[in-house]
């Protein structure tokens, strides 16, 4: 289980918010949290995020579960109606364990809160030149927390300049190597911004358009421009399991980051 080590804070759409929103947050990360003395069931701070997770709905969106990792799975007894419709969506959640099942793959939980964030499809290979003109790559440091591939999706949490004009930044995935499609490239686009006040961002993305690894593990290599050059980082990966169908993703973000992203 990926524990998540931030706190979630709702915060409005103007820049003087979302900066005190910031500001608690880092205030709070410097604290321990407390009754959280059960090591069987731990007790986390309500205005904390303690998994990310994708919401599977049925197809009608009437029920849903969700999905803690790759193979263990959690049911919230407390909502019985699919949060984003027929929507599949990665989301935070705090949540606390009810019971302790007998089968450690399978839990019942008590939802507290449930937040969506940015899901989106992967972009299509245009080709060098054109993947730098229309996506471009304007630089962005990428976080280890929340940064994981898990699920049949990659979900990035990345740190760059923001400005309160509200100017959206774009985001997207590409497979860039035609020999390697487990290659992966993530392309940023400020608009034009320069300058600003530092923020964060997180987006996750949807793998199905990648080849079939036919059960196997493989290694997925992920390429970005931070502020001091290009970096990279490796993955394991396998295709997920289950192929359900897709009828949409859902755009909603975690109020914790930039609401200018697309």
């Known amino acids: ?11 409005g759409h103007t820049a003087n918010i979302i900066g005190l929103a910031v500001a608690i947050a880092i205030a709070c990360m410097a604290m321990t949290s407390c009754d959280n003395d059960n090591d069987e069931f731990p007790v986390f701070p309500l205005n904390r995020p303690n998994a990310i997770v994708t919401v599977k709905p049925s197809a009608e969106g009437t029920s849903f579960y969700m999905q ?6 959690i049911n919230a007894t407390n909502m019985h109606t699919a949060p984003y419709g027929n929507h599949e969506v990665r989301a935070f959640i705090n949540y606390r364990i009810l019971t302790q099942p007998g089968n450690s793959r399978n839990y019942d939980v008590y939802v507290n809160w449930i937040d969506s964030v940015l899901t989106k ?16 790559q304007d630089p962005v440091e990428l976080l280890r927390d929340w940064t994981v591939s898990e699920d049949g999706y990659l979900t990035i949490h990345f740190r760059t300049q923001w400005t309160t004009n509200g100017t959206p930044h774009i985001v997207n995935l590409v497979a860039t190597n035609p020999s390697n499609p487990y290659e992966l490239t993530f392309f ?4 034009g911004v320069k300058g600003g006040y530092w923020g964060d961002g997180i987006v996750a993305f949807r793998l199905d358009r990648l080849p079939d690894t036919k059960g196997k593990t493989v290694n997925m290599t992920l ?16 295709t997920r399991k289950s192929v359900d169908k897709i009828e949409g993703l859902s755009y909603a973000q975690s109020g914790l980051f930039e609401k200018t992203l697309k």
């Open 1 to 11: 289980m990926r524990q998540i080590q931030a706190i979630k804070k709702h915060i």
């Open 68 to 73: 803690l990792d790759d193979s263990t799975r």
């Open 121 to 136: 499809q992967m972009a299509a290979d245009l080709g060098s030149d054109q993947n730098a003109t229309i996506y471009r």
């Open 188 to 191: 940023h686009n400020a608009q």
């Open 223 to 238: 390429h970005w421009l931070s502020y001091n050059g290009k970096r990279s980082v490796t993955f394991k990966y396998a």
